[in-house]
């Protein structure tokens, strides 16, 4: 098993400057450099203060600066808002600057709330078929000299200028959940990344087994499979439960992204009550407990071992809660010193 973590920059309120923001996000990715992780992913995401992530490759090149050893990776970029040469082109120079450190995790996007403001009339469907559109052509573009004509995009002869530092170009990521996305990825031959959000072990064990029947129908070699996970290592049971309180709110505040229905006013959604949270029992603390992969240092490493023996080989830490720096960084830190060491 691998270890990666997963950051943005996360803005709960108005007071919060984004420089001291960006401080924090950069001292995690400077502790998942120094502990050994494999790699760090940061996403794409617009005009939303709760995932502040515009652009992913301008954040990759900046911890290129401040890291040494890890892999840096979009986690996700998204890809209907995003021309096939352009990103051929972006993610390339990227990993020109990175000195081949790139790693592109790609996903057709989860937010209508974005789709309505990049793209008016973009569904997930159609966003969907974007995507698939659009990776192929990636190896092909830094390859050079690669002509298409498709449904959504159709260009002459056309190279990635510059070419990437990696032979045959960064390793991509393909975001997947039902059995058609999965067969898309591995028949591609590119790797996988799942996100079980807040379902739990089954989902979990699901989501492995729509992998296994892709790989099974696939005469090529095996791609990877990553697990996106929430994940919490607490001190004691009092902050195991806090912790659980503390994601119980920051599902609540995703789910309400997700729908799109409240009002959003500075890229700051409106707040939700508590008696609003209280009713969602879907995301009640107790679940969150249950489902997520958060408690002492033991019960962690518990459960990432059930992962591992499901065939997981990158367990990714998914450290946006809502918490506060400190809190983030006093789990990472025993996940890093107390977790880690039990798989190496």
């Given at each position: 098993?691998?270890?990666?973590?997963?950051?943005?920059?996360?803005?709960?309120?108005?007071?919060?400057?984004?420089?001291?923001?960006?401080?924090?996000?950069?001292?995690?990715?400077?502790?998942?450099?120094?502990?050994?992780?494999?790699?760090?992913?940061?996403?794409?995401?617009?005009?939303?203060?709760?995932?502040?992530?515009?652009?992913?490759?301008?954040?990759?090149?900046?911890?290129?600066?401040?890291?040494?050893?890890?892999?840096?990776?979009?986690?996700?970029?998204?890809?209907?808002?995003?021309?096939?040469?352009?990103?051929?082109?972006?993610?390339?120079?990227?990993?020109?600057?990175?000195?081949?450190?790139?790693?592109?995790?790609?996903?057709?996007?989860?937010?209508?709330?974005?789709?309505?403001?990049?793209?008016?009339?973009?569904?997930?469907?159609?966003?969907?078929?974007?995507?698939r559109e659009t990776l192929?052509?990636?190896?092909?573009?830094?390859?050079?000299?690669?002509?298409?004509?498709?449904?959504?995009?159709?260009?002459?002869?056309?190279?990635?200028?510059?070419?990437?530092?990696?032979?045959?170009?960064?390793?991509?990521?393909?975001?997947?959940?039902?059995?058609?996305?999965?067969?898309?990825?591995?028949?591609?031959?590119?790797?996988?990344?799942?996100?079980?959000?807040?379902?739990?072990?089954?989902?979990?064990?699901?989501?492995?087994?729509?992998?296994?029947?892709?790989?099974?129908?696939y005469e090529g070699a095996r791609p990877k499979i990553?697990?996106?996970?929430?994940?919490?290592?607490?001190?004691?049971?009092?902050?195991?439960?806090?912790?659980?309180?503390?994601?119980?709110?920051?599902?609540?505040?995703?789910?309400?992204?997700?729908?799109?229905?409240?009002?959003?006013?500075?890229?700051?959604?409106?707040?939700?009550?508590?008696?609003?949270?209280?009713?969602?029992?879907?995301?009640?603390?107790?679940?969150?407990?249950?489902?997520?992969?958060?408690?002492?240092?033991?019960?962690?490493?518990?459960?990432?071992?059930?992962?591992?023996?499901?065939?997981?080989?990158?367990?990714?830490?998914?450290?946006?809660?809502?918490?506060?720096?400190?809190?983030?960084?006093?789990?990472?830190?025993?996940?890093?010193?107390?977790?880690?060491?039990?798989?190496?």
């Open positions: 098993m691998e270890f990666s973590l997963f950051a943005h920059m996360e803005r709960l309120n108005a007071e919060q400057p984004h420089d001291k923001l960006y401080e924090e996000f950069i001292e995690l990715c400077k502790m998942a450099d120094t502990g050994g992780m494999r790699a760090i992913w940061t996403g794409e995401h617009h005009g939303m203060e709760f995932t502040i992530a515009p652009n992913p490759f301008t954040t990759i090149v900046d911890l290129s600066h401040h890291t040494t050893n890890v892999r840096l990776g979009t986690g996700t970029v998204v890809v209907p808002f995003w021309h096939p040469i352009k990103l051929a082109g972006e993610a390339a120079m990227t990993d020109l600057i990175t000195g081949g450190r790139l790693e592109i995790g790609a996903a057709r996007g989860a937010y209508s709330y974005e789709y309505e403001r990049l793209m008016p009339g973009l569904d997930a469907w159609d966003a969907g078929q974007r995507m192929p052509l990636l190896p092909q573009l830094w390859s050079g000299d690669c002509a298409h004509d498709g449904a959504f995009y159709s260009f002459p002869a056309t190279t990635a200028a510059p070419k990437p530092v990696q032979k045959n170009g960064p390793p991509i990521w393909v975001a997947a959940r039902d059995p058609n996305s999965h067969a898309f990825a591995v028949h591609n031959g590119f790797n996988v990344q799942v996100t079980p959000l807040w379902q739990g072990d089954a989902e979990i064990a699901s989501l492995m087994g729509r992998f296994n029947d892709a790989c099974a129908s990553m697990l996106l996970h929430h994940t919490y290592v607490a001190s004691d049971a009092d902050d195991t439960q806090r912790a659980a309180r503390e994601l119980s709110r920051f599902y609540n505040y995703f789910g309400a992204w997700f729908q799109n229905k409240r009002p959003v006013r500075q890229g700051l959604i409106e707040a939700l009550s508590d008696a609003e949270i209280a009713a969602n029992a879907m995301m009640a603390p107790e679940n969150m407990q249950r489902d997520l992969t958060i408690g002492t240092a033991q019960q962690v490493i518990d459960r990432i071992k059930r992962y591992e023996d499901m065939g997981y080989d990158e367990f990714s830490f998914w450290i946006d809660s809502g918490m506060t720096s400190e809190r983030k960084r006093a789990s990472l830190a025993r996940f890093i010193d107390d977790v880690m060491p039990a798989f190496a």
